[in-house]
């Protein structure tokens, strides 16, 4: 399975730069388009069927917000970013899906790459990358495939709920990246519970073979989502630093919102990291704990046995002259003194706590 994901990884080797070529393995969705168009008075919610309905959204008096579901399909793209005057690079990077959370300026548009994070129905961690494109009046969206986090964004749309009709494409923007944002909190409170349960476990002594590797399995996993949402900081920085007149000023502190709540998650996932080898430390200490149990009573039962079996030994040697040896009660004196020895030692360790 490795060497399948290394062949769509570096199938681009070789290749010009600015070639469009898909490396993801979502090839069989279909291209899905849907636009918001909206003011502050109206707001225009469709669905459309070619990528040649968009080209009317780019000169239009109101906001526009395009989102297209479908990498696979790159002549589409293609198509879009002609229209739209996108750089060959861009298009390269919207439909390389290994790229790093990013942002890269133009001359009358910005670039964006992030990554979105959510849970499938297996509470596993699903990272989609997503690419914007903020141009004056729209926002170009670009996913894998079905499925976001952007439906109370639409809701508000929709309702006119908030600032997001009266502002904008700059505040557009904020609100879809402020919402991938807020689902990390979702990810990471859900990392923080597997972490809470391993450490309750390891703490009352319920631990197996498995959850070796359950926990180097959420190691893995945290460093994913650090991965993932880390660079994100270094966007928002610049973007609150960066001169255009695509992000007015007074948006610039709603973008330093997010900053922050970006470094309470990549501190949350630090704490987290020094908690999953807190608790390889609790699970190996578990191990040595349980290994002790077990020697030290083994070591207990052959420190009973060391003196039971001396005497035993002193009179099973084959001599004819033992004193003990013709009287009548030998044998039961023998096993009083040893009962004897062996309840005096289990007290003498008892009392040592040593039981």
């Not at 006119?160 to 990246?177: C, E, F, H, P, S």
């Not at 908690?275 to 009573?297: A, C, G, P, Q, R």
């Not at 002193?314 to 002259?321: A, E, S, T």
Request: with cysteine; hydrophobic share 40%; proline share 2%.
């Amino acid at each position: 399975m490795s060497k399948h994901k290394n062949k769509k990884r570096y199938k681009k080797s070789g290749l010009a730069p600015g070639s469009v070529i898909y490396t993801g393995d979502k090839s069989s969705k279909k291209l899905f388009i849907e636009v918001f168009d909206y003011n502050s008075e109206q707001c225009i919610d469709k669905e459309l069927n070619n990528i040649e309905d968009i080209f009317d959204f780019k000169h239009s008096d109101s906001m526009s917000w395009i989102n297209l579901n479908g990498l696979n399909h790159v002549n589409e793209i293609e198509k879009l970013g002609n229209h739209f005057n996108l750089h060959p690079l861009v298009l390269e990077d919207i439909v390389s899906i290994s790229q790093r959370p990013k942002i890269d300026e133009y001359d009358d548009y910005l670039f964006v790459v992030l990554k979105m994070l959510y849970h499938d129905k297996e509470e596993n961690i699903i990272s989609e990358q997503i690419s914007f494109i903020l141009g004056k009046n729209y926002v170009l969206s670009f996913q894998e495939a079905d499925g976001d986090v952007f439906d109370a964004v639409r809701d508000r749309i929709r309702q006119g709920k908030g600032r997001v009709r009266t502002m904008q494409a700059d505040y557009l923007l904020y609100i879809l990246m402020d919402a991938i944002v807020d689902q990390y909190f979702s990810i990471i409170e859900t990392l923080g519970d597997k972490i809470e349960d391993y450490e309750t476990r390891i703490f009352l002594g319920d631990v197996d073979e498995s959850i070796n590797k359950d926990i180097q399995d959420l190691k893995r996993e945290v460093l994913r989502v650090r991965r993932a949402i880390f660079p994100l900081r270094e966007v928002i920085n610049r973007i609150e630093k960066h001169e255009s007149p695509l992000i007015l000023k007074k948006t610039k502190t709603y973008y330093r919102d997010i900053y922050d709540h970006l470094i309470q998650v990549t501190e949350n996932i630090d704490i987290y990291r020094e908690m999953i080898w807190s608790l390889m430390d609790m699970y190996m200490t578990t191990i040595s704990n349980k290994m002790n149990e077990v020697m030290k009573v083994l070591t207990i039962m052959a420190s009973i046995f060391i003196p039971l079996t001396f005497i035993a030994g002193i009179y099973g040697m084959n001599f004819d002259y033992i004193p003990e040896l013709h009287y009548k009660y030998s044998y039961f004196i023998l096993w009083g003194v040893m009962i004897l020895l062996f309840v005096g030692m289990l007290i003498y360790f008892k009392r040592k706590k040593w039981l």
